[in-house]
């Protein structure tokens, strides 16, 4: 395996059993998908679509109904691998007796760090959550937002190399959010990889270099954040004072009139459109979808959304 | 016999059960069922006999069966030994047989879970199949049809048993049998196919290999068993439970179909045995593999992290505390001795309740504490943050159980420390004031009530310390003299005691010695079959006799004169080069024979002069510290307990005590034989020394010292006799008991009177009680943990208890059902019994009824016979009856009770472990 690439799944495939072992539900299937070092990846999906399963297979909590998991080369039931990783459940599933600093001096000892170096960390990570005030608290009297950012203190207690964040602005108001996105920033910065799944399309498009879609267990689409929001059919010409009887043609226009022509280029959508269009399309088509099925996709209904639908009729690509 | 019952008969045989034991011949003459039956005092539980000491020391012993090393001549070596090993139900004797059956009753456990383990993971990651037959495969149909017909075979057999249907034999099999058989077959197939099917899917390079290794075992255990000789056909069948008149063998010597049956049934035990090694060397390795890559840092992290949610989520340890003060502060109401002259009574009953609270309060804390935690740490996910970090499945299993016992070990040192005050307070308070009155009584001239108060004194004080108890061998004489194993039966049921008749030549004679004959044996020397093994009960001269005293000196030249003796034997018949170095060596222990008599005779003068000295001395003072030197060069008399009972036939006159006679026996006297049942009336040991001092021995003065003292009832009677009857007896002695008084009877159990031969701390003594408390949570720790890592919190408690009831309280019921000596047939059988009101002597009449009830049983009861080796023996690790006696817990007796908490804490935390490690906890 490429040394580059921190996650690997191939063929991974969940099915939950009832009591008698008769299948149940199909929560993944056949998911191949690698994640490479020092990206952020998106993993989206509606409730129910996986996210959560894929993460909770490559840490090991569950394990494959079909399929491999690798991080960093090895199983994902490997428990060394624990030592490179940071995780942040989707509830803060911490202990409520607990207080920050005894949380973050618990999980500490669970790794193989110096207890100075243990105790500089705590110290350091509680203040970068912004919890020096409440450390001696029990996390029982946090409320959701701190208890989010003392989840967060939790993951990256062993500096990991790679941090899985399982829905990371669940439940935090914009500023908690904010807050939030800014620290995966400068974790991305300090070259770390991330592994984050959400539904709160403009936090992932902020965020993610790369994402996948996830639609009832089946990967719907993976690829660049900016390339899967470019529309590709379609070319889009910003220009400036150019004047209304000029639309016809456009370029000779603009070069007969001397005007400035400031870009020819593809009109992008935002996330969110994306997101419910191939989520709709999934559910009228079952099973039709497939990942790179980016010709197929349909145009954005004029009006729906005016700010981004594209103002230039179709012009095949522009160079 | 149905194959399906066969199943379960092999499955518990397995396990370790005796199948029809009374068929075995080499079952019935057992030492130890023999023991058991003959003298019922091995198991005293009133009074101190009751803590005898000796007993709960077995009791401490390994989960495992008594060997009986009964085996056929024909047998090579070799096959005697895959017999033995092959066989769970006799332990090897040698030193290491324990260790092997315990890991045997592992190994099978381990079969049990990894085979129950595959079947699951096949039965749930199998895909649609192609052909059905109502929807089940047909395979599965098969299996379904052949537990219904296996279970109708049951019932059938049941049913002929009981004369209610014809026996239909084929080739002098019966019909039902080998349809029996039949339906085990297609189980098999099942297993088999389900088996390779899962773990050939899943690709488990180390599960294909032991079941390969399993099939290789079974290769061998069919080759061991085809070569037996025929002629150990009849002790084979016999080891199995074939009845004593089953024909395996033609006259000419061929098996019969009975016969190949047994072949194949030993084939079958043995392979159990041998793949359960198989899948044992499996987990062993795994075992091993996460074990070396435990930290230490790490299940100090799940420890703290469990004592911390112990005291601060679920507060358990602080209500537990709480409620031992709450109760403390009124059970001064309650606890009262019976009467006033059983003061004894009184530390009995505060200590044996202080303890028993104790126990109670950490077991429930413990059975409620454990289950819980880590089944709402699974379903409130909080576990997720713990797995995915770089802790083992083995390190969250053995910190938390870690933690668990800080927690246990706070309390027990809290609650230990405030039952020390409190006793401290109620019994020391007591003594002190008996003092106090003892004082007053002496100045107010009442000599009869301070005699009184002082007996009293001496009753607590004795409970108040930790006499380590030197049991004997028991047997009786009768009235007429003749010997017996057993006393008079006075007709009280409950009554574990002997009796012997008052102004009678009968006696209740102990022997002590480091190698005696089984009472059986000692009686009957001449009786015929197989002899019981030899009992070691020796008088531990060495700490009765002390250092540097006259006696011990004398003692040291009897043992240079067995040396010597041993070698003048040795003289006989030795090759010349020998002879030589055996004279060399005689003359060198003369020689130290003779400075040890010289040293001997200074200081028997030394010791007269100062007694001399003491007599003219007109200063007491000055006389009381001669005599006081003087007596430290003798080794003080040896102290003797006893605790009798007296059983009336006439009202006596008031007052006046019961009176007996005490007798102790030098082994060198011909008065108390070794088998008094034999015409030859001689010593136990000859005297090597006998022709130097002829019949006037200096250094034993006295061979026979006798007394008579009266009984007191409900009291320690306390007796001593001289250290020099000590001297050169290697450990033997005999010590008689006769009743003196007409009418009366004197009842007598083995453990009712000992040598005491140390007297220890109270304190130390109450805190190793405390440790059997602490064993005993270590145990149920494990299991409250095992049960949390697949059960949900109710059922997980449920189970703890269940646990701790079946070992703490149902245990003797247990071994009864493991060793067929369950009265009265199994639950369903008893049942109707109950509800018909019928007893469990008579044979209930063959109805459908009874015959479906004892078909239940022939399936139920084996599985319920497995319970014995997997439920632990709780009430074994429980030492508080010893510290409440006032008898010493010996280092042994700890030591064997650790070992017997760990044989059971260590493979279910090992259970647990594996299950936590294949168990999705987000599922």
Redesign the interface.
């Known amino acids: 395996m490429n040394s580059d690439v921190i996650i690997e799944t191939r063929n991974l495939t969940k099915v939950?059993?009832d009591f008698w072992?008769r299948p149940k539900v199909l929560a993944l299937k056949a998911l191949d998908l690698k994640v490479h070092r020092g990206e952020i990846f998106g993993l989206l999906g509606p409730n129910g679509s996986g996210k959560t399963t894929t993460i909770?297979l490559l840490?090991?909590?569950?394990?494959p109904?079909e399929g491999e998991a690798f991080l960093f080369g090895e199983p994902a039931t490997n428990?060394?691998k624990?030592?490179r990783?940071g995780?942040l459940?989707e509830?803060s599933?911490?202990?409520?007796?607990?207080n920050a600093e005894?949380t973050l001096h618990?999980?500490g000892?669970?790794?193989?760090i110096d207890p100075a170096e243990r105790k500089k960390r705590v110290d350091q990570l509680i203040d970068m959550v912004g919890l020096s005030a409440a450390k001696h608290r029990q996390v029982r009297e946090y409320s959701k937002g701190m208890q989010r950012r003392i989840?967060l203190a939790?993951a990256l207690i062993?500096d990991p190399e790679m941090i899985l964040l399982d829905e990371p602005t669940s439940g935090l108001d914009p500023i908690g959010t904010s807050e939030i996105k800014d620290r995966i920033r400068e974790l991305r910065e300090r070259g770390k990889t991330i592994v984050l799944s959400g539904h709160l399309l403009a936090d992932m498009q902020d965020i993610c270099d790369r994402i996948a879609i996830l639609h009832r267990g089946e990967l719907k689409e993976l690829g660049q954040v900016r390339d899967l929001l470019t529309v590709q059919d379609v070319t889009q010409i910003k220009t400036k004072d150019l004047p209304p009887a000029a639309l016809t043609e456009i370029e000779e226009v603009v070069r007969r009139h001397g005007a400035e022509l400031l870009g020819v280029d593809h009109p992008t959508t935002t996330l969110e459109e994306l997101f419910l269009r191939i989520v709709r399309d999934s559910e009228l088509h079952p099973g039709r979808r497939r990942v790179g099925d980016r010709p197929g996709m349909p145009a954005p209904p004029a009006g729906e959304d005016g700010s981004s639908a594209p103002t230039a009729p179709a012009a095949g690509r522009a160079s | 016999m149905s194959a399906l019952s066969l199943f379960l008969l092999l499955a518990w045989a397995q396990a370790g059960g005796e199948p029809a034991a009374a068929a075995d011949p080499a079952a019935s003459p057992s030492p130890s069922q023999g023991a058991s039956a003959e003298s019922p005092d091995t198991s005293a539980p009133a009074a101190e006999a009751g803590a005898n000491p000796v007993a709960a020391a077995a009791g401490g012993a390994l989960p495992v069966v008594q060997p009986t090393a009964l085996l056929a001549e024909e047998l090579a070596n070799w096959q005697k030994w895959a017999l033995l090993i092959g066989d769970p139900i006799r332990t090897v004797p040698v030193w290491w047989g324990p260790i092997l059956s315990w890991v045997k009753i592992v190994s099978l456990a381990g079969l049990l879970g990894w085979v129950g383990a595959w079947v699951m993971a096949s039965l749930r990651g199998r895909r649609r199949a192609r052909v059905t037959i109502g929807g089940a495969r047909p395979l599965d149909a098969a299996l379904l049809l052949a537990i219904l017909i296996g279970i109708g075979c049951v019932f059938v057999r049941q049913a002929q048993q009981s004369e209610q249907l014809p026996q239909v034999d084929v080739a002098g099999v019966a019909l039902a049998s080998l349809v029996g058989m039949l339906c085990l077959g297609v189980g098999a197939a099942w297993l088999e196919t389900v088996l390779w099917s899962g773990i050939l899917r899943e690709r488990r390079i180390g599960d294909v290999l032991v079941l390969v290794g399993m099939h290789l075992a079974l290769l061998v255990a069919v080759g061991i068993a085809l070569s037996m000789p025929s002629g150990a056909m009849p002790y084979l069948g016999a080891r199995l439970g074939f009845p004593p008149d089953a024909t395996l063998l033609t006259p000419e010597g061929e098996l019969t179909p009975s016969g190949v049956v047994a072949i194949v049934l030993i084939g079958v035990q043995m392979a159990l045995t041998l793949m359960g090694f198989v899948v044992f060397l499996r987990i062993a390795l795994l075992v091993l593999g996460e074990v070396s890559a435990i930290r230490p840092r790490r299940l100090y992290a799940m420890g703290k992290f469990s004592w911390v949610e112990s005291f601060r989520k679920t507060r358990i340890p602080w209500a537990v505390l709480a409620i031992f003060l709450l109760i403390l502060a009124f059970t001064h109401w309650f606890l009262q001795p019976p009467d006033s002259q059983r003061q004894a009574e009184l530390s009995r009953l505060y200590v044996g309740t202080l303890m028993l609270l104790s126990s109670v309060l950490l077991t429930v804390m413990v059975a409620v504490l454990t289950p819980i935690t880590l089944p709402n740490d699974i379903r409130f996910q909080t576990i997720f943050t713990v797995v995915t970090k770089p802790v083992r499945r083995l390190e969250i299993i053995w910190g938390r159980m870690l933690g668990f016992m800080g927690v246990v070990t706070a309390l027990v040192l809290a609650l230990g420390g405030i039952s020390l005050l409190y006793l401290e307070r109620n019994i020391g308070g007591r003594i002190e004031q008996l003092r106090q009155e003892i004082a007053e009584a002496r100045e107010a001239g009442l000599d009869n009530q301070a005699g009184l108060l002082e007996a009293q004194l001496d009753q607590l004080q004795t409970r108040r310390s930790a006499r380590l108890p030197v049991g004997g061998s028991l047997t009786f004489v009768d009235s007429l003299g003749e010997p017996r194993i057993k006393g008079i039966d006075v007709g009280q049921e409950l009554e574990i005691r002997s009796f012997v008749e008052g102004a009678t030549q009968a006696e209740a004679s102990w022997l002590f010695g480091p190698m005696i004959p089984h009472p059986v044996d000692r009686l009957f020397p001449n009786r015929p079959g197989e002899r019981y093994p030899m009992l070691s009960m020796p008088v531990p001269v060495g700490l009765l006799l002390h250092e540097g005293t006259i006696e011990d000196l004398a003692n040291d030249i009897y043992t240079v004169a067995y040396e010597r003796a041993e070698l003048e034997a040795r003289k006989q018949g030795a090759e010349p080069s020998e002879l030589s170095r055996l004279n060399a060596e005689v003359s060198r222990l003369e020689e130290q024979e003779q400075g040890l008599l010289r040293e001997y005779e200074a200081l028997v003068a030394r010791y007269s002069d100062l007694v001399q000295q003491a007599e003219a001395a007109g200063d007491a003072p000055e006389a009381a510290r001669l005599r006081e030197q003087a007596e430290a060069l003798r080794s003080p008399d040896v102290p003797v307990q006893m605790t009798f009972t007296v059983y009336r036939t006439t009202k006596g006159r008031p007052g006046e005590p019961v009176y007996a006679s005490i007798r102790v026996v030098h082994p060198f006297s011909a008065e108390a034989p070794m088998y008094p049942g034999s015409r030859e009336n001689s010593p136990l040991l000859i005297d090597p020394l006998a022709r130097r001092f002829g019949g006037n021995n200096p250094l034993i003065p006295e061979l026979v010292h006798s007394d008579t003292f009266d009984v007191k009832e409900y009291y320690t009677n306390k007796w001593a006799f001289p250290a020099s009857m000590l001297v050169g007896s290697q450990g033997y002695l005999t010590i008689q008991v006769q009743c003196l008084s007409p009418t009366q009877y004197l009842g007598m159990a083995e453990g009712d009177l000992f040598l005491v031969a140390s007297q220890g701390s109270f304190l130390a003594n109450y805190m190793k009680g405390l440790a059997g408390i602490w064993l005993q949570a270590m145990v149920l720790t494990a299991i409250g943990v095992w049960a949390g890592t697949f059960l949900s919190w109710p059922v997980a408690l449920l189970i703890t208890v269940f646990f701790f009831a079946a070992g703490e309280i149902f245990f003797p019921i247990l071994n009864q059902l493991a060793t067929g000596q369950m009265i009265g047939g199994g639950p369903f059988e008893s049942m109707i019994r109950m509800v018909s009101h019928s007893n469990q002597m008579t044979e209930l009449d063959a109805t459908l009824g009874v015959i479906l009830a004892k078909s239940l049983d022939a399936i139920v009861v084996p599985i319920m016979s497995l319970l014995i080796f997997v439920v632990p023996n709780f009430s074994a690790m429980d030492l508080s009856n010893l510290v409440a006696d006032g008898f010493a817990i010996q280092w042994a007796t700890l030591g064997a009770n650790i070992l017997l908490a760990l044989s059971y804490a260590v493979p279910f935390s090992i259970a647990a472990y594996f299950i936590l490690k294949n168990r999705e906890v987000a599922a």
Request: charged fraction near 25%.
């Open positions: 939950y059993r072992g909770k840490l090991g909590l569950l394990f109904t428990v060394a624990n030592e990783i995780y459940p509830e599933y911490l202990y409520k007796f607990l005894e618990f999980y000892r669970l790794f193989k989840g939790q062993n």
